[in-house]
């Protein structure tokens, strides 16, 4: 089984200030992937980076970084430079390698309010 | 990336009644798609696996006949949500995965039933 844990229940920043959302998983698998989903109130989950689990280095896309540590089981999103149009949740998610765990699973999510 | 369109974007019908919602992949031919569903201010939560030609398979207490999937072509899988109540007034979306393992989802459609 696998399982991914966000237990921020709600985040503000301020514009322009970078941000930090928690995501913990446990895994029996070896291979894994992790992902980060941001929802508008539209609600279309939009895919913003993703994170191997054998890859070395720490996924960046942009304004978005994921810090993998691996050991402590932990993908948690960095926003920097905060803009209005980031105020949305946030999920978190993992997929494993094998039968059960090879389906994406999503953590509860974080809601992000970005003040101007 | 997977360009997936979902119809209708929201629906409203009166309880006891059928609803059908098509999820398209538009650039990319989708042997597996997954639908979700997602309660307000809650996480999203898989239903079922769409696989093109053969049965979806459900996840555990999801009522097969209750949401009935077909995956008929490569771009298109549908989900009927049969003699619909009150509580199934969700927000239902459907993803495509290709074959590198990335998932795209469509935009969602909501559906109320009074």
């Known amino acids: 089984a696998q399982k991914i844990t966000q237990t921020q229940p709600g985040m503000f920043v301020q514009e322009k200030e970078a941000v930090t959302l928690d995501c913990t998983y446990d895994?029996?698998?070896?291979?894994?992937?992790l992902f980060w989903y941001k929802q508008p109130s539209s609600g279309e989950m939009i895919f913003l980076i993703y994170?191997?689990?054998?890859?070395?280095q720490n996924a960046t896309e942009g304004r978005y970084s994921l810090n993998f540590q691996k050991a402590r089981k932990s993908a948690n999103l960095v926003i920097s430079a905060s803009q209005l149009g980031d105020s949305a949740m946030y999920f978190c998610a993992m997929r494993g390698a094998t039968g059960a765990n090879s389906k994406l699973t999503f953590g509860k999510g974080i809601t992000l309010s970005v003040r101007p | 990336g997977a360009v997936v369109s979902q119809h209708p974007s929201w629906v409203i019908c009166k309880s006891g009644t059928s609803v059908k919602i098509e999820c398209r992949s538009l650039d990319f031919q989708a042997t597996t798609m997954f639908w979700y569903r997602q309660f307000p201010k809650q996480s999203l939560m898989l239903m079922a696996t769409?696989?093109?030609?053969?049965?979806?398979?459900?996840e555990q207490g999801v009522e097969k006949d209750k949401f009935l999937i077909n995956h008929a072509s490569l771009t298109l899988s549908t989900l009927t949500v049969t003699s619909a109540h009150p509580e199934d007034s969700s927000f239902y979306i459907c993803s495509v995965q290709k074959k590198n393992n990335e998932q795209f989802f469509g935009p969602g459609t909501r559906l109320t039933v009074l």
């Open positions: 994170q191997g689990s054998y890859d070395e």
């Open positions: 895994t029996s698998d070896q291979s894994y992937g």
């Open positions: 769409s696989n093109e030609g053969s049965k979806a398979t459900y």
